[in-house]
């Protein structure tokens, strides 16, 4: 392409990358080779490039859940800008799975791949950093040499436990998607940090979490259902006031659920849901909700990885996003 247009191989690439300082005659150079080649901007950016395979992988644990499916939409439009495609790597929450999609760096198959939930330990991830290049994006990484895109967790889980409390709740149960509740320090695990920022905040206010009404392993609406039942099994003087439920699916269950049994939201129960899906505004009784940046994160995450390919970038960056309280009428 260089030699065809008798231009050199960085202006050519600023051509085909649409950057500016190049003059119209240079332009129309660089056209009339990629014409005479029967180069299309994809091919022509791959090739200044180098061997690179123009993938970008995208690991999520499913993309049947709302906010990764948003989350993934949000990534994919914004690569497909800089000619990049995406694959779309399920791990279903597996370690192997999310191995899997790493080696798709060391087979070059992929460039780079945007973490958007970490299932293994840093030390194994960070050997795939000589393959390819790695973004973080929902998630916290120790691992500063790893670029990392998410909201501020523990600030939003706190506002909305603050906001329960000024409502008058007294007892407030807890949904995680997480295996287990975990404390780490703030800044290295994100189920921590919104752990973390609900705990802190009750006894701030002089309370305490029930061991026995915080619910892990919660995902899907089915599983909110079930949640919403134990609940309805505890007496009236045992029973929470307020749930925060670890998303809008799962709050959305337990509305369900909850009216199905003569409940009343949120007179009887408020539930507060996270994410603000679609889902949140369109039940029966609209969810209030911690509102994640979604489209942002994305956004933010595939240029990021951009940045480092088509750049050579070497330098990372942190960067945290403000989580937003969206009141409705369910709490």
């Known amino acids: 392409m260089a030699k065809l247009s008798g231009l050199s191989v960085s202006t050519v690439s600023r051509v085909i990358n649409n950057k500016p300082h190049v003059s119209e005659a240079k332009r129309q150079r660089v056209q009339e080779a990629m014409d005479a080649l029967g180069y299309s901007p994809l091919q022509a950016a791959r090739q200044m490039r180098g061997s690179g395979s123009g993938n970008v992988a995208v690991v999520v644990p499913t993309i049947t859940n709302n906010f990764f499916a948003h989350l993934v939409d949000s990534i994919e ?18 370690r192997a799975g999310e191995e899997e999609a790493l080696n798709l760096l060391r087979m070059q198959h992929a460039d780079g791949a945007i973490l958007c939930a970490i299932e293994n330990q840093w030390e194994l991830i960070r050997k795939f950093t000589q393959y390819g290049r790695l973004v973080a994006c929902n998630e916290y990484n120790e691992d500063h040499e790893i670029s990392m895109i998410c909201g501020r967790q523990y600030e939003g889980f706190q506002k909305a436990t603050e906001y329960l409390l000024g409502k008058g709740h007294q007892r407030i149960a807890y949904c995680t998607g997480a295996k287990a509740l975990v404390l780490q320090p703030k800044g290295l695990n994100i189920d921590s940090d919104r752990y973390r920022g609900f705990i802190e905040t009750l006894s701030k206010a002089g309370k305490s979490a029930d061991p026995d009404q915080m619910f892990t392993r919660i995902h899907t ?59 949140a505004s369109c039940i029966q009784i609209p969810l209030t909700t911690i509102r994640q940046p979604i489209a942002q994160e994305g956004e933010y995450a ?23 309280l969206v009141i409705r009428q369910s709490a």
Not at 85 to 91: A, E, V
Not at 268 to 277: E, P, R, W
Not at 302 to 324: F, H, P, V, Y
Request: net charge negative; glycine share 8%; charged share 35%.
């Open 77 to 94: 439009r914004t690569c497909s800008k800089y000619a990049y495609r995406t694959l779309i790597i399920q791990t279903y929450g597996e």
């Open 221 to 279: 609406m089915e599983d909110g259902k079930r949640v919403m039942k134990k609940i309805l099994n505890l007496s009236l003087q045992e029973r929470p006031d307020a749930v925060i439920a670890g998303s809008d699916e799962v709050a959305a269950g337990m509305v369900i659920e909850g009216l199905a049994n003569g409940i009343r939201i949120p007179e009887d129960i408020a539930i507060l849901g996270v994410d603000d899906q679609p889902l």
């Open 302 to 324: 595939a240029k990021e990885m951009i940045r480092q390919l088509r750049d050579g970038a070497e330098d990372t960056i942190r960067k945290e996003l403000d989580l937003e």
